[in-house]
């Protein structure tokens, strides 16, 4: 057996959630209008009698003013440095820009091996050859086809192009070991995730970026009440008595639209109707406590 981790990395709308939606088979990895800023969340879950592929998520890459970004860099050094693997996808049918070549410079000065999975090609690969040349200029030299530490895998993930190649390739790279989580466990462990990613989506949309790194959402609850009703609750877990009071809002009018907005988006992916218990709970060391952060997604 296989086993491993895969850290994606690739800018908004490269196709992440598209690809990892195609591999496992569902709706795990949820489109999302906000950048993220987790560290380190597991996506998706792939099992297959060969192994098993963890895929962590990346936060969202954005040159901006900010392109350097602390947060961000270390959120991705740190997914690199986790990683069995790190699958970089890029938007053939977008020019390069700064954050791809930010990506393969870091990329550049590790070990791990990489995929630079090259998405879209249904849409005519326009630009595909920069972002092979950016990595030969790099390296001063030729990318070719096999056994490479950087090796490109032109994929469409809408279709399906290509894409068991590059399973296939991911597999080539993880080191011989066990599942790291016990297949049983994973049925809802998705959906569980889904939940939390949506309504921490939503936190941070209302609150914009004054909690990122200080928030954490757990659903402890999820019951199916009938085939039209699903009952939810989730604990949102701040640092600090102040947080609270941000995320509740004056006479808890933030959380009610964290809460409304939630509970729309998973009444549509769902296609049922959403009953969304929300509870603030300032728990000071919640980033030290392993068992919370392996609930709600992260690798301890
Ligand atoms: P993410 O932000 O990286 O997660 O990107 P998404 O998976 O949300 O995809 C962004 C957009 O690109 C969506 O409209 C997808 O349907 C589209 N998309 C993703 N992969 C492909 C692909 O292989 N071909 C085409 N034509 N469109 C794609
Ligand atoms: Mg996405």
Redesign the pocket.
């Known amino acids: 057996m296989k086993s491993g981790i895969v850290a994606i990395i690739?800018?908004?709308?490269?196709?992440?959630?598209?690809?990892l939606n195609n591999l496992v088979g569902e709706k795990v990895?949820i489109?999302?209008p906000i950048p993220q800023t987790t560290r380190n969340q597991i996506r998706a879950i792939l099992n297959e009698p060969r192994g098993q592929v963890v895929f962590l998520d990346t936060p969202g890459l954005h040159a901006s003013k900010h392109a350097l970004d602390r947060a961000m860099m270390a959120a991705i050094n740190n997914a690199i440095n986790g990683a069995d693997v790190v699958l970089h996808?890029v938007d053939t049918t977008e020019h390069i820009g700064e954050e791809e070549a930010m990506v393969i410079e870091k990329l550049s000065t590790v070990r791990v091996p990489v995929i630079l999975g090259l998405?879209?090609?249904?849409?005519g690969a326009m630009c595909l050859d920069e972002y092979i040349l950016a990595w030969e200029n790099k390296l001063h030299r030729k990318l070719s086809e096999a056994t490479e530490r950087i090796m490109p895998v032109p994929?469409?993930?809408?279709?399906g192009t290509n894409i068991a190649h590059l399973v296939d390739e991911l597999f080539n790279r993880l080191p011989e070991g066990e599942a790291l989580y016990p297949e049983d466990i994973l049925t809802d462990f998705p959906k569980q995730l889904t939940i939390q990613d949506i309504i921490r989506e939503k936190l941070l949309a209302y609150l914009k970026d004054e909690l990122p790194f200080s928030v954490a959402v757990y659903a402890d609850e999820i019951v199916d009440r009938s085939e039209k009703l699903t009952f939810i609750k989730a604990m949102i877990f701040v640092e600090r008595d102040s947080q609270k009071g941000i995320v509740l809002g004056k006479g808890g009018l933030n959380l009610k639209k964290v809460g409304e907005a939630s509970r729309k988006e998973l009444q549509n992916i769902y296609g049922k109707k959403v009953f969304l218990e929300l509870w603030v709970k300032v728990k000071k060391n919640w980033k030290q406590d392993p068992e919370l952060l392996r609930q709600i997604g992260y690798i301890v």
């Open positions: 690739g800018r908004a709308n490269v196709g992440k959630s598209t690809l990895a489109v999302s996808l998405n879209k090609i249904d849409r994929i469409s993930a809408l279709n």
